[in-house]
């Protein structure tokens, strides 16, 4: 037992003495959790508008003063001219047009029907389709207006579960920590057993009298203990910078991670056992490890819109049920119950890798 | 200039000489161009509902074939309580909640208005957004009707209302595909570029096969064109390969004029290979490198504008991404390829680029130093 | 008198509070060996990698080829050639292509190159190998091939920072038949080493202990001054003085 302190002691200072690396491996997901919090979303704000009033009377003005009014759209400029939308577009200087044709007024007034014809810069299909969404409801609200005594109306109230505000925090938070995780865990571990081996300073360990098993167990508790930081930081920025609480058990949370974590270290290990340089170690833990993980967890990309072979793969990325968990207890608030089933896919890879990397490390050996 | 044609030479058939990274050079982008495209696709679509009809009344009924009969929504579930239907929420069965009250028929007609309730899993903000956003208006069109068919009966005044129809230019059947593959193809060429030039001096530092160069009395200019030219020629070569791809699986073709595309990228490589050199200059170890250049690739990616509109983030980061190289060519590309944006559109972004160019290099060029 | 190319005076090199060179002065005729000993850890590789001009000194002057080592480094780079201590030709490049590659870096021309090349692969013996990787060369024939193509440009000095690092006896001596071909061919060579055996060979020797030259002479009237039979017992009783540890 003490010997095994004595080696853990000796990775300590390994780990610790690169500086930059470390650097790094803390600043990373700190500079990840702020970028998603504070810079990505998808709200439209300020978009720079172009209006094309062709009708020129009080219908049309009051449309476009109150599109004016909101908060989503700036007007940058009123025309008569559609051939400036494209020139526009082309420069990306205005993401939509909105056209209000002429006799718009008397056309409503008297006929009670008014075309009005959005042109908006679709080559962001999702960004596009809120700008028509949020232009339309504003037209709808002037003509309401004008029917005001309309009656049966249906109000959908709507209620936003988890998230009312509609933060991109809580998506995320559990997505960084994944992806984190697989960073310090899958690539360093690897790359540093590797990188013993490579040295030669391996089969040092390996012929001195402590167990070659103990050898590996002592090159991953600081990678463990690391790993644990950074859960414990992305989670204290995501309560009190974000201000996304933890609804469930934390215990459980951390528990959770452990076992995700012990899972990373297991492929960590199983890959350094199978590959002989640090450039292939690295190569293999960026490509085949941390790639599926931005692909497949499931919070950058929608999982349910890809195409059957690609969802079928997702099921063997273990960020991706880790994922789950997490959004479970932290966000949802649910308990053990409600996650049992992810947790056992998490030990079942988890032992599966073990496994094999054991069998492989005893062959080696004997 | 004969020095550099040795340097070339030399760069060349140690590049080719290393066949799996050759392969992985060119086979890497191509396999992500063929995945990636499929996996990036944020269309809010195949929206789960889990329904509540506490009225089963003639009105519900039409609204809930209004609801199933449109392309967002999958009607998942039919449950007696909103307790049920909230627990396929909680198990991610279903995203989105519809309860309609009872007697909701008895009471619209009564009382002139009428509540529904929508519950959104909202902790996908965008997701839910125009979730809720799509049910509001099928809600609202099947209000129209109604209004119009209770109405009619008996009175003289119809409502008015404004038509309004979209034209989605440059991308008219709003494919996630069309807007994500050239900007993922300007990650490639990113990411070839900066993360090869940036290995390659380091890896001669760790060797020490750089001393050798250094003694000799070489420029140093020569030697960092030495470097760069062999990964501008891949970066294009990358490049080309990205748009064969686009074209053959994803039909994509530049409306825009080739000419231009290849001269931005021409610029652009410039820069890339200028950070990559510079990153080079500042570190010790290939994984030093490796590391360093995977914490800025990854910041520049976030902060590119792929994923999320540049024009949503908050004014600060708008201003911090004047700098990131990355958002220049994902916006330039995009242009380019989808809208056809000419040389006078771009040219602002020409500019720019142009400058991150000669100030990279030139900070690579005083950063490497022969002599310590 | 005759022609002095390398002139060194109180050349200094601090790393932070550590002064590895230790304002050493000393000259090497044109033509001549001079050997340069001294323990791990003495300064030699610093001294050399200044007048090489890979390294500016802290404070000092030195005229390398008749060269200023703070202005004129690039002259200094056209007339020297270098071998470092790490074996630093290309491995993943053939022996051709290595001779190759300097020889168009030095300025050489086509004709030039191609003579060179000739010339190198069949004296040093390397006709059965010229298309290998460099990498697969055994250690002793990388480093002929490595001092030849520090000589390819016909430079006036060559530096040499223990070039016989790690092989055999045979080869060492081998290696040795190639320094005095060169010195013959006018070239003058400034080698480092901790073999004694090698010292016999140089014409004049420097012996550095904790950054200071402690004694510069030839090999005979080093052993005459502190009365020693051999090279070793000399570098022996001024090594014991050394106070740096290694």
Known sequence: MKRLLVFIKKEFT????????????FGMPIVQVLIFGFVLSNEVKNTDLLVIDQAQDRASKEIISKVQASEYFDIASVTFDVQDVEASFKKGKSKAALILPKDFEKNLMTKHVAQVQILADAS????????????????????????????????PEVRMLYNPQL????????????????????????????????????????????????????????????????????????????????????LLLFGESALFISTCLSLGIFISIKTQTQQVAMLISLMGMLLPTVLFSGFMFPIENMPFPLRMISNIVPAKWFYIIVKDIMIKGLGFAAVWKESLILMGITVFFLGI???NFKIRLA | ???????????????????????LILFMPVMQLLILPWAADYAVKNINVALVDQDHSTYTQELISKISGSNYFNIVSTDASYDKAYRSIES???????????????????????????????????????????????????????????????????????????????????????????????????????????????????????????????????????KMIPFWVLGNVVFTLGLIVSWVIYGIVPVGSLLLLYGFIAVYLLAVLGFGLLVSTYSETQQQAMFVMYFFMMVFILMGGLFTPIESMPEWAQETIKINPLSYLIRVLRMIVLKGSTFSDIVPHLLTIALFAIGLNGWAMLNYKKTN | MEEVVIQADKLTKKFGDFTATDAITFQVRKGEIFGFLGANGAGKTTAMRMLCGLSVPTSGEAKVAGFDIYKETESIKKNIGYMSQKFSLYEDLTVVENIRFFGGIYGLNNEQIKNKTEELIERLGLTSVRKELVVDLPLGW?????????????????????????????????????????????????VTTHYMDEAEYCDRLSIMVDGKIKALDTPKNLKMQFEAESMDEVFYKLARQATRAE
């Open chain 3, 142 to 190: 990388k480093q002929k091939l490595s001092f030849s193509i520090a000589i390819i440009h016909q430079p006036k000095i060559v530096f040499l920072d223990e070039p016989t690092g790690g092989v055999d006896p045979l080869t060492r001596r081998q290696f040795w038949e190639l320094i005095y071909e060169a010195a013959h061919n006018g070239i003058t060579v400034f």
């Open chain 2, 1 to 23: 200039m004969r020095t550099i044609k040795f340097l070339l030479y030399k760069e060349f058939k140690q590049i080719f000489r290393n066949r799996s990274i050759v392969a």
């Open chain 1, 357 to 359: 990397s054991i069998k």
């Open chain 2, 92 to 226: 991610d069965a279903a995203d989105l909640v519809l309860l309609i009250p009872p007697n909701f028929k008895r009471d619209l007609v009564k009382n002139k208005t009428q509540k529904l309730f929508l519950a959104v899993n909202a902790i996908n903000g965008t997701k839910a957004n125009l979730g809720a956003a799509y049910m509001q208006e099928v809600i609202k069109e099947y209000n129209g009707k109604l209004q119009t068919e209770i109405h009619s009966v008996g009175r003289n005044s119809t409502p008015h209302r404004a038509e309004v129809t979209f034209s989605n230019w440059y991308n008219p059947h709003l494919s996630y595909k069309v807007f994500m593959v050239p900007g993922i193809l300007a990650i490639l060429v990113t990411m070839v570029g900066g993360f090869l030039s940036a290995l390659n001096i380091v890896k001669e530092k760790e060797v020490g096969t750089i001393e050798q160069v250094n003694v000799t009395p070489i420029k140093k200019h020569h030697f960092i064109l030495g």
């Open chain 1, 14 to 25: 390994h780990v610790l003495r690169d500086k930059k690396t470390l650097l790094i491996l």
């Open chain 1, 167 to 250: 933060k991109g925090a809580p998506n995320f938070v559990p997505g960084v920590m994944a992806l984190i995780l697989m960073l310090v865990c899958v690539m360093m571990t690897a790359i540093s057993i590797v990188r013993e081996k490579e040295m030669g300073t391996m089969e040092v360990l390996l012929v001195s009298p402590f167990k070659p098993i103990m050898v590996i167990v002592s090159k991953v508790v600081p990678y463990f203990i690391l790993s644990m930081l950074n859960i414990v930081s992305i989670l204290l920025l995501s309560v009190y910078v974000l201000g996304v609480p933890i609804k469930g058990n934390v």
């Open chain 1, 124 to 155: 962001d299909p999702n960004h596009a389709t809120t700008i028509e969404n949020y232009l339309t409801a504003i037209i709808r609200d002037y003509t309401n207006s004008l029917n005001a005594s309309m009656p049966y109306t249906i109000i």
